[in-house]
């Protein structure tokens, strides 16, 4: 298939081996002389170890711990604060101590219930409130950043302003439920160690292990296997779990399997941060805003891991899409000796979203204005600085799209159509609801440049095959088939010839990490240059390779101290209207209908940006009022789907969306990132309907049945 369109949708390059099932993923994977390893993981959830006694172990059975690590005891992310096995203090339920290993899982869970160890237990932080009034205390705070307005300008405006309004905000955990739990198998030979598993970042996991062992480049290779999602769960968490199986299979001379079944998932890998918001806004006597502060504390749980990383993002998305007067940030990253929190869908915007949109209708309710006009009043314009002092230069259409979507989803008459019918039944209420957002492509600041370096490789066989050589991981979202498509449409080849083989550490260079939006728009560019170059080279017949590294954007230079710059060197835009249904009696929510419209910038294959769309709204909405995750004495409390409640097939309605054509210079045909964008407007809107059908404001989310009954009973006594 020769590509006219680069939009146009083609069969995805995997979509035989996962229709059919035949796709190994790494748990169906069986090599010789292999043998699975079990962790014990700590009871306790702050304290130190005073002594491991373990039981009498059978002919072939072992315990690996952190004696047994040549290198350092910590896992390489930012800060060498999380050991690969715990060996002194322990910080959270479920860290690893040790694993024993061998051949029958059976007999290896029943040792595992036979192992001692005596803890001395210490005064633990369950919570990000009891972190919030600790904060001054040592090893509470691992990062903080401030940014914006000063605060004696802040403080002047505030003295002539008409009110000030106050407001906090909480967002939950989110859980990733991918369909894949997390695996990792260490493959034993005398010359190298060969990790393979589900995955999205190759060389992070390499560079963990070249720490963990102490080793060099050639004694160690990653290979991704087939990948069941990731959603951020499979960024730097399995880097641990292939030090677990890589140190284990040096120890035993052995290859190591190590595979989480749902429940231990779900109750020791990273999930989404807790956030709590504070805002305090100053406005004149017809509702406008003349000054706006924002802090955010993030629940990073027992260790920093991507936490200040994260703290970034939430901190340049906290003003939304709106040029706000006299704005002022600052935020600050806590532990807790909880589960560590990290990479997830969003990174940190969907939470500042979620705050600062509920915070937008609720003072559009304030000024007596529709909240999409209210919101609309601020939105930033091509030209104007970010928050942090960087510039939107390319155009920006979400006037456009606010347009287009108000007259597919008739918004005027049915905010009124549904004030009428909610007068004449008591029970179920109509409400309907926007959120408007953005989200910012690849890597914070000068990262790309100064941290990632990207490089890309096309090999052509002398049989005139071509290769993508890259270490991006396909986990679902389609990138076997867009970079194939860029590749394929500068060559003029037929997409079915070029070729993606799963990324393996010995074959490929390091592209980058699988994360950020940054995949089409950094890796596609490179490819595409690279392509270019083959094709200006073409030999028929002779091997060939060509390679391509990152050349940076030059814009506003980056300061991360001083939190000033350009940010992001692009931005994609969203809006969604959500319509709900909510039951007064039981406080259950029924989605009616979805509208979302969308830029980024151009779309390289309709069918794959559809999943995208339709994935991401489904995830972003279920934050917003379905999915509940807990912590009790810091252990979590929902350990099955069924305990978590994702969205179901009855719980997801059409979703009729667009999206807007607008090229981007420095993407590959114009392309920019799509992959978080889609997740960060469901959970704002889908609480804005809420809030219309029960005519209330709600502080907080998921919005669950019991919160909303709470409210329900709260106004009743009020009004009583």
């Given at each position: 298939m020769n590509l006219k369109d680069i939009s146009t949708s083609v069969p995805r390059k995997d979509h035989k081996g996962k229709v059919s099932g035949q796709l190994p993923y790494i748990s169906d994977v069986k090599v010789e002389n292999m043998v699975y390893g079990v962790l014990y993981r700590s009871p306790i959830a702050y304290g130190k170890i005073i002594s491991i006694q373990l039981p009498n172990l059978p002919e072939g059975y072992e315990a690996v711990g952190a004696e047994h690590i040549p290198g350092p005891n910590f896992v390489k992310i930012i800060k060498e604060d999380q050991p690969v096995f715990a060996n002194e203090w322990i910080n959270y339920i479920g860290e690893p101590i040790l694993m024993l290993v061998g051949k029958d899982l059976n007999i290896l869970y029943g040792l595992l219930d036979e192992v001692k160890i005596e803890f001395e237990e210490h005064p633990p932080i369950y919570t990000l409130e009891e972190a919030i009034k600790q904060k001054a205390a040592p090893g509470v705070t691992m990062a903080h950043y401030e940014f914006g307005e000063s605060l004696e300008v802040i403080s002047?405006?505030?003295?002539?302003?008409?009110?000030?309004?106050?407001?906090?905000?909480?967002?939950?955990?989110?859980?990733?439920?991918?369909?894949?739990?997390?695996?990792?198998?260490?493959?034993?030979?005398?010359?190298?160690?060969?990790?393979?598993?589900?995955?999205?970042?190759?060389?992070?996991?390499?560079?963990?292990?070249?720490?963990?062992?102490?080793?060099?480049?050639?004694?160690?290779?990653?290979?991704?296997?087939?990948?069941?999602?990731?959603?951020?769960?499979?960024?730097?968490?399995?880097?641990?779990?292939?030090?677990?199986?890589?140190?284990?299979?040096?120890?035993?001379?052995?290859?190591?399997?190590?595979?989480?079944d749902r429940s231990e998932d779900m109750l020791v890998t990273t999930k989404r941060h807790p956030a709590k918001f504070n805002y305090r806004t100053a406005l004149d006597d017809k509702g406008n805003i003349l000054s706006m502060c924002v802090e955010i504390f993030l629940d990073a749980g027992a260790n920093e891991g991507l936490s200040s990383v994260v703290l970034q993002r939430a901190l340049i998305n906290s003003a939304g899409v709106y040029k706000i007067p006299h704005f002022h940030a600052k935020g600050y990253v806590l532990k807790t000796n909880t589960v560590p929190n990290g990479a997830f869908r969003g990174f940190g915007a969907p939470q500042s979203y979620a705050g600062i949109e509920s915070l937008m209708g609720h003072l559009s309710k304030r000024a007596n204005i529709d909240p999409l006009a209210y919101k609309s009043k601020y939105l930033v314009k091509q030209g104007d600085p970010t928050v942090t002092m960087g510039k939107f230069r390319d155009p920006i259409l979400m006037d456009e799209m606010i347009e287009d979507l108000v007259t597919t989803s008739q918004y005027k008459k049915k905010k009124e159509d549904f004030q009428t019918l909610n007068q004449l039944n008591h029970r179920y209420k109509k409400g309907i609801g926007?959120?408007?957002?953005?989200?910012?492509?690849?890597?914070?600041?000068?990262?790309?440049?100064?941290?990632?370096?990207?490089?890309?490789?096309?090999?052509?066989?002398?049989?005139?095959?071509?290769?993508?050589?890259?270490?991006?991981?396909?986990?679902?979202?389609?990138?076997?088939?867009?970079?194939?498509?860029?590749?394929?449409?500068?060559?003029?080849?037929?997409?079915?010839?070029?070729?993606?083989?799963?990324?393996?550490?010995?074959?490929?260079?390091?592209?980058?990490?699988?994360?950020?939006?940054?995949?089409?728009?950094?890796?596609?560019?490179?490819?595409?240059?690279?392509?270019?170059?083959?094709?200006?080279?073409?030999?028929?017949?002779?091997?060939?390779?060509?390679?391509?590294?990152?050349v940076h954007r030059e814009m506003i230079p980056w300061n991360e101290k001083s939190f000033t710059g350009d940010a992001y060197p692009a931005y994609s835009w969203g809006a969604n209207i959500v319509e709900v249904e909510v039951d007064t009696v039981t406080g259950n929510v029924k989605l009616e209908k979805v509208y979302a419209n969308y830029e980024v910038g151009k779309v390289i294959d309709e069918r794959v940006m559809k999943g995208q769309i339709d994935g991401g709204l489904a995830q972003g909405l279920a934050y917003g009022y379905l999915e509940k995750m807990t912590t009790k004495e810091g252990k979590i409390q929902q350990k099955s789907i069924s305990d978590y409640g994702p969205p179901t097939s009855m719980d997801v309605v059409s979703i009729q969306s667009k999206v807007f054509d607008n090229p981007y210079e420095d993407g590959p045909y114009g392309a920019k990132g799509a992959g978080e964008l889609t997740l960060i407007g469901g959970a704002p809107a889908v609480q804005a309907a809420i809030e219309d059908a029960l005519q209330t404001c709600f502080q907080q989310i998921p919005i669950t049945p019991e919160v909303i009954i709470e409210s329900l009973w709260m106004r009743e006594g009020e009004e009583d």
């Open positions: 002047a405006i505030e003295q002539g302003a008409h009110q000030i309004i106050e407001e906090e905000y909480e967002t939950g955990y989110q859980e990733h439920v991918y369909l894949e739990p997390q695996g990792m198998l260490a493959i034993y030979k005398d010359d190298e160690i060969v990790v393979q598993g589900s995955m999205q970042c190759l060389y992070y996991i390499k560079n963990s292990l070249l720490s963990a062992l102490a080793c060099g480049e050639d004694d160690v290779r990653v290979v991704q296997s087939p990948t069941g999602g990731g959603f951020g769960g499979k960024e730097e968490f399995p880097s641990m779990m292939a030090c677990h199986v890589a140190i284990a299979a040096k120890v035993v001379k052995k290859s190591v399997m190590l595979v989480f926007t959120s408007l957002f953005l989200h910012g492509c690849g890597f914070t600041g000068s990262g790309e440049r100064d941290h990632i370096k990207a490089k890309v490789k096309l090999f052509k066989s002398k049989d005139d095959q071509v290769s993508l050589k890259i270490s991006n991981s396909d986990m679902g979202q389609g990138i076997f088939t867009t970079l194939c498509k860029i590749v394929a449409k500068e060559l003029d080849l037929p997409y079915e010839e070029i070729l993606f083989p799963y990324p393996d550490t010995k074959e490929v260079p390091d592209s980058g990490p699988t994360v950020a939006s940054r995949t089409t728009m950094i890796v596609g560019k490179l490819l595409e240059r690279a392509a270019r170059k083959l094709k200006t080279q073409w030999q028929t017949g002779v091997e060939q390779e060509v390679v391509e590294n990152y």
